[in-house]
């Protein structure tokens, strides 16, 4: 089944906890904090391979990831790095933010790309010894990776794109033209997928041709495949309009044309301006006076226009010379640029919390990243609640307890652990 679209959710590697420890030795006194640091968390990190046709493997497993680093351990100890989680996409991926329909990435070469980027492991507790501090008995724990729901658009990477009705014979046309395969019958929409083909124009040069399947009116506003696959389109350089010059099935052919190009108008405004070849098919069926009528009509309006009968591959060889000449004036395909995150979005891993004051209680609520810093705290230890205080002081908590309100005394609530409120 061919599949070109899908989402899923990603989520990087969390860092690996900084250790808590203190060097003992015989007969050396004092040996001093040597808590490690925690070991980076996983990036997940996507590559294009050219052996993937579609995203069929992504409607099986939605949820994607990455190991988390390990904690770092005694003697200043490092915790390992968690290796990357790479995922396989088809050459032509689009990666968008499901939320925002935000570019992220245009996975079209074999190099990866990082989508989500794992934590940093935290620090163990010797670097938070000081000539006032000598006996630290915390570590930051390590930072959480990324999390996010991305959706997969695969956009073909073809120089030139087929288009037209559906029985015109673009299948055809492939076949004769390259070494594809697609299936051809007498039947509307025979295409169900998007077909690739490499023309050979020599040694060292060659161009691929789509067979995108057939269009209807309406396809631009997603009647019949439409959007299915009109994406498809994006990305060609040239696009090749295929017509049945006969009228075999009772429609006209100027018609026709002007059908599929408004479809593409509403789908995509800059598909308009992309360069154009009209291709004649099945001119045998109609007599030299009536193919030179549509050639006039076509080139006054400044296509190239070639009557070819593709099952017998006439004309073929005159249409593929013109096209690859065509194509060396033309830039490359096009690829899609990252775009950047708007400086309103927040990271979805930010420390958010709410404040709710209910029979004397202040209770700071919906802030589970703070339970990673509890995690690493004494109670008994002074210095230890010290660097507490000093988080939620810094993340805002302190300055959100008192605009609710709170006095000297009073009771506070984080995660069902309560203590007084000093100021």
Wanted: hydrophobic content about 35%.
């Amino acid at each position: 089944m061919f599949v070109d679209i899908a989402k899923i959710h990603l989520k990087a590697g969390k860092g690996g906890d900084g250790a808590v420890s203190f060097h003992r030795e015989k007969y050396v006194a004092a040996g001093g904090p040597d808590g490690g640091d925690g070991g980076k968390g996983g990036d997940i990190i996507f590559k294009a391979d050219s052996n993937l046709s579609t995203l069929a493997d992504f409607r099986y497993k939605r949820k994607y990831t990455a190991d988390s680093g390990e904690n770092g351990g005694t003697s200043r100890r490092t915790g390992k790095s968690a290796g990357d989680l790479v995922i396989s996409v088809p050459v032509g991926t689009l990666v968008k933010d499901a939320e925002t329909g935000r570019i992220i990435a245009d996975i079209s070469d074999e190099n990866g790309v990082v989508i989500a980027k794992g934590g940093n492991g935290g620090w163990g507790n010797q670097h938070f010894a000081t000539s006032t501090r000598q006996i630290p008995r915390f570590a930051k724990s390590g930072a959480l990776g990324e999390e996010l729901d991305v959706t997969l658009e695969l956009k073909l990477l073809a120089d030139v794109g087929l288009i037209g009705f559906p029985n015109v014979g673009k299948s055809t046309l492939v076949s004769v033209v390259s070494q594809a395969k697609p299936k051809i019958a007498n039947y509307h929409f025979t295409t169900r997928t998007p077909v690739l083909g490499v023309v050979s124009m020599g040694e060292g040069s060659s161009f691929v041709m789509a067979d995108i399947p057939g269009l209807i009116e309406g396809a631009g506003e997603g009647v019949g495949l439409g959007h299915e696959f009109l994406r498809h389109v994006e990305r060609c350089r040239m696009l090749l309009h295929v017509l049945d010059i006969s009228g075999s099935e009772g429609r006209d052919p100027i018609d026709d044309f002007e059908k599929i190009n408004k479809e593409l108008e509403v789908f995509s405004s800059e598909l308009c301006d992309r360069p154009q070849i009209v291709v004649a098919n099945k001119c045998d069926l109609i007599d030299e006076e009536e193919i030179e009528k549509y050639r006039k009509y076509f080139e006054e309006k400044g296509y190239s226009f070639f009557p070819i009968m593709a099952a017998i591959a006439e004309g073929t060889d005159v249409l593929v010379n013109h096209i690859a000449s065509e194509l060396a004036k033309l830039p490359p395909i096009k690829i899609f640029e990252a775009e950047p995150k708007p400086i309103e979005e927040a990271p979805k891993n930010i420390r958010t919390f709410t404040i709710r004051e209910e029979n004397d209680i202040y209770y700071v609520e919906n802030c589970d990243w703070l339970m990673e810093v509890m995690n690493n705290v004494d109670p008994d230890d002074y210095e230890s609640l010290q660097y507490f205080e000093r988080v939620i002081r810094e993340c805002g908590i302190i300055d959100a307890l008192e605009k609710a309100g709170i006095g000297e005394g009073d009771t506070v609530n984080i995660l069902d652990i309560e203590f007084d409120f000093v100021n």
